[in-house]
């Protein structure tokens, strides 16, 4: 997100391109990445959020407006103590030393995910970064951080069977949008698209109910090597879905 960088891109116009308004983003296959060139899985994650930094600055230069990444999920708790600890430091250190960039860059933060098991000054520092970012009005940058779609849904039922069960809302009042406000994601339009590197053809959980309609695709390589060449080439496969919804789209239109 230097300044240099960011004027020497040019946003995506014209050339029958469509940028996502809302792009999600399975980071995998930094321990596989490690792996191949011989070092700890470690130093995959430490690549990896170069790469989480550069997907910022494209996003941001290509006029994306809502980045949403998975960067540690609810079932990532049965990986080794170590590398579990050397992920939630790396997001300390992200936070540490890219905050500023970010308030500079008009970046909003958001952090979802369950933030009970976390530790306290852990909370706090999500709590900080969204408050010092509350403002901004650019790109809308989502961490799913010990997030799993499966138990955002469940809380969003126990809380609305709460209402209910307090006499504040009627069974028939809870509706797909009643819903989805009573999700983490709420004012945040559903992805457009969703990528995943590494060569796995899979969710692994990710925003379950808001990837209903979603396109996907999938890239082979691992995420510490994904740069600006793989992300123009996803934006252009997306750029010729026909997006449907259950009617008929362009083809036949
Ligand atoms: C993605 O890379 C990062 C996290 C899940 C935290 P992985 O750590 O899953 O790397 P692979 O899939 O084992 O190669
Ligand atoms: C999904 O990757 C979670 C993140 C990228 C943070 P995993 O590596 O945990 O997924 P599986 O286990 O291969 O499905
Ligand atoms: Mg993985």
Known sequence: MSGETAASLKPVTGAGLHVPVHLGVIMDGNGRWAKARGKRRTEGHIEGVKALRNLVELSINYGISYLTVFSFSSENWSRPPDEIAFIFN?????????????????????????????????VRLIDDVEAK??????????????????????????????????????????????????????????????????????????LLWQAAYSEFVFIDEYWPDFNEATFLSVIEAYSARDRRFGGLGAAVS
């Open 90 to 122: 790396l997001l300390r250190r992200f936070v540490a030393s890219d905050l500023q960039r970010l308030i500079r860059n008009n970046v909003k933060v958001r952090i979802i995910g369950q933030r009970r098991g976390l530790e306290e000054s852990l």
């Open 133 to 206: 970012t509350a403002m901004n009005t650019g790109l809308t940058l989502v961490v799913a951080f010990n997030y799993g779609g499966k138990a955002e849904i469940v809380d969003a039922a126990r809380s609305l069977a709460e209402e209910v069960a307090a006499g504040r809302l009627r069974p028939e009042d809870i509706t797909e949008q009643r819903l989805a406000n009573t999700l983490s994601t709420v004012g945040i339009p559903d992805p457009d698209l969703i990528i995943r590197t590494s060569g796995e053809q899979r969710l692994s959980n990710f």
